[in-house]
C-alpha cells in the first residue's frame, strides 16, 4: 500500500541554524513527491516537487529537499532558519495509479 | 491574478443542518479538488474533479457528503444532516490540468463548527 511517514510530530530549531524535516515514502513506480507548508490560519501553499531530473530540488523562501531513491526519502531542508519559517509541513507522494498520499504533517518551531 | 477563494470562511451550525460550502477556483483551471483538516489532524482527501471526467468521490466519508462542479468551474460541497464529526477546516485547491503531478493552489479553507 502507498503510504508517506513525517516521523517527528514537531521539530524545533534555533534561528539561524540548519533545519531537516523528514519524509519517507512507499510507493509502486516512479513517486512524484511534493512539500507543502501551512502557516497558521492560512491554507496551504507549494514550496517544491520533484518529478524527474535533478535529485535536489529548490523551492520558495530557501527551501530545498533532496530525492533519494536507495531510501525513498525526500527531507526538506534550509540551510538557515528563519523564525517566519514556523509552521506546519505536509509530504506528498503520488505514485502507481495516481494515488494521491499525505503525510501528518511535521509542526516546525523557530525559536530566537 | 485571483487566487482560490473559498466563502464563507467561517460557518457554525447545529447538528442535523445541511451545509453549503462553495470554492471558486483560479480561472481556467481543469482540476479541482476538496480536503478536509480536522483539529490536530492532517489531510484527508474528499473528492477530485478532473475536467470533463467523472470526478474522483473515493474520499466522501458518507453519503451525506456530496460535491458538485458547475460549468467546470465553481465548486461547491454539501454536507447533510451534520454531525459533531464533521467540525473541521475544508480547504479546496486548483490545478491548471488534471495531471497529479501538478501544483495545488489552495483557498483559504472554511472553518465548519457543528454545534
Known amino acids: 500500500a502507498q503510504s508517506v511517514a513525517q516521523p517527528e510530530d514537531q521539530v524545533n530549531v534555533a534561528e539561524g541554524n540548519p533545519l531537516t524535516v523528514k519524509c519517507t515514502y512507499s510507493?509502486?513506480?516512479?513517486?512524484?513527491l511534493f512539500w507543502y507548508v501551512q502557516y497558521p490560519n492560512r491554507g496551504l501553499q507549494f514550496l517544491l516537487k520533484y518529478i524527474t531530473g535533478d535529485n535536489l530540488v529548490k523551492g520558495s523562501y530557501g527551501f530545498e529537499a533532496e530525492f533519494n531513491k536507495s531510501q525513498t526519502s525526500f527531507h526538506l531542508k534550509k540551510p538557515s532558519a528563519l523564525v517566519s519559517d514556523s509552521a506546519l509541513y505536509f509530504c506528498w507522494v503520488t505514485g502507481g495509479g495516481n494515488k494521491l498520499t499525505f503525510g501528518t504533517g511535521t509542526q516546525l518551531k523557530v525559536e530566537l | 491574478g485571483a487566487g482560490v477563494s473559498q466563502s464563507p470562511s467561517n460557518k457554525v451550525t447545529e447538528k442535523g443542518k445541511d451545509v453549503e460550502l462553495r470554492c471558486d477556483p483560479i480561472s481556467g483551471h481543469t482540476a479541482l479538488y476538496w480536503y478536509r483538516q480536522s483539529l490536530g489532524q492532517g489531510l484527508e482527501f474528499l473528492i477530485y474533479f478532473q475536467g470533463n471526467s467523472a470526478p474522483d468521490k473515493s474520499g466522501l466519508p458518507s453519503d451525506r457528503f456530496s460535491a458538485e462542479r458547475t460549468g467546470g468551474s465553481v465548486s461547491t460541497l454539501t454536507i447533510q444532516r451534520t454531525q459533531q464529526e464533521d467540525s473541521a477546516v475544508y480547504l479546496c485547491a486548483s490545478s491548471e490540468t488534471s495531471g497529479r503531478t501538478d501544483t495545488q493552489y489552495f483557498g483559504p479553507g472554511t472553518r465548519l463548527t457543528v454545534l
Open positions: 510507493v509502486s513506480g516512479n513517486p512524484y
